[in-house]
């Protein structure tokens, strides 16, 4: 019988598929064989973009010519109204679409490698959470993933522990990701204080990598449904976007928070000339002018120059910077190695193994 990693949350975005990612080339450069499984994919919409692009992703980067994407994800459900869109028979039919995909993919290999929905709670309504499926595919152990660089990461564990005891599950591990470095020498304390006395164990501290966790301008653009407007600057759409800044006063206050912050975001309507030329010369990856009003020439040359993307937002400046809150940056194609040297070195592979 294969060893199952089942990867679940009680967060959204705290990093499975990173995890996933890392743990696929681990058991890669290991010489094992492995399966990789997401149940239920959240693709964007119900009726156009069907496919959850986190799979995706893994499927043309990582797990190359494995498995059809169906094989790997035979259920998707989108993110909004998901609960009209399944009755009782509609949960029997997923849950045993799951299962019969679950048991052909874990034929013959070591490993698999399931990644969990957004969260513990997520579909619970409708019966296709990670627990119900997790017990319908006999699968008692389950690792958590804790996001939080706060001391409520505690009671979050906890309270997904007696959860877990009550569904009659386990939760067998657990992986600090994304976790703030100034926090990390604070988690080891509340390791220590609060959950080895539970023999649970933490295969890993994972710190936030900058590189790794922040979106790119492409990124961003999709995230606000933007549109380029300076196609000289196509490269710099690639850029790493570290800080975002609502430019709401004149230009000379801007620049004492601009000269603060790398590689920022800097959002202001497009009649703001004079902020979005000292934006311009500072250290900015993307210029985001809202409600769709074109900037002054003079800013599209000096950006052009600069090679730093602007991007028209359809919206006003509170929901464009409400859109980026919810944005979920993906790993790139030039950042899977740098997730496997992460994975090696911050992960108990000994004991995972």
């Known amino acids: 019988m294969a060893k199952v990693f089942y990867l679940c949350s009680l967060q959204e975005r705290a990093g499975k598929s990173f995890l996933s ?24 919409g119900a009726f156009s973009l069907k496919s959850d692009k986190d799979i995706d992703f893994i499927l043309k980067n990582v797990y190359k010519n494995k498995e ?4 790997v994800c035979p259920i998707s459900i989108p993110d909004s109204y998901y609960i009209d869109l399944i009755d009782a028979e509609k949960k029997i039919e997923h849950i045993e679409r799951i299962k019969a995909t679950y048991e052909e993919i874990s034929k013959d290999v070591d490993y698999v490698i399931i990644e969990g929905g957004p969260s513990v709670r997520k579909f619970m309504r409708v019966g296709i959470d990670d627990v119900s499926i997790a017990k319908s595919l006999g699968i008692k152990d389950m690792i958590y993933v804790s996001p939080e660089s706060s001391d409520k990461c505690i009671d979050n564990i ?21 976790i703030d470095f100034e926090y990390i020498p604070r988690i080891k304390e509340l390791q220590k204080g609060h959950i080895d006395k539970y023999n649970i164990p933490v295969l890993g501290i994972i710190e936030r990598s900058i590189e790794l966790f922040s979106p790119r301008v492409m990124e961003v653009k999709e995230g606000i449904g933007g549109e380029l ?11 790493i976007v570290e800080t975002i800044i609502i430019g709401a006063m004149n230009a000379q206050a801007a620049l004492k928070y601009l000269r603060q912050v790398k590689k920022a975001a800097v959002i202001t309507g497009g009649d703001r000339t004079d902020l979005a030329l000292a934006a311009l010369n500072e250290d900015v990856s993307v210029l985001i002018l809202t409600g769709f009003i074109q900037p002054d020439a003079k ?3 000096v950006a052009n120059e600069k090679k730093i993307p602007i991007i028209l937002s359809p919206s006003d400046t509170y929901t464009t910077m409400r859109n980026l ?14 997730v496997l040297d992460l994975m090696e070195t911050q992960i108990d592979w000994e004991f995972l193994l």
């Open 21 to 44: 990612i890392g743990f696929i080339q681990k058991l890669q450069k290991e010489g094992k064989k492995y399966a990789y499984f997401k149940p239920v994919g959240c693709p964007k």
């Open 68 to 71: 059809s994407y169906d094989r």
């Open 325 to 338: 809150e919810r944005l979920k940056p993906g790993i790139q194609d030039d950042e899977i190695q740098a």
């Open 229 to 239: 407007i300076n196609e000289a600057a196509t490269a710099g759409m690639n850029n």
């Open 299 to 301: 800013v599209v040359r």
């Open 158 to 178: 906890f309270f997904t522990k007696n959860y877990f005891d009550f569904r009659e599950v386990n939760l067998s591990a657990i992986i600090f990701n994304k």
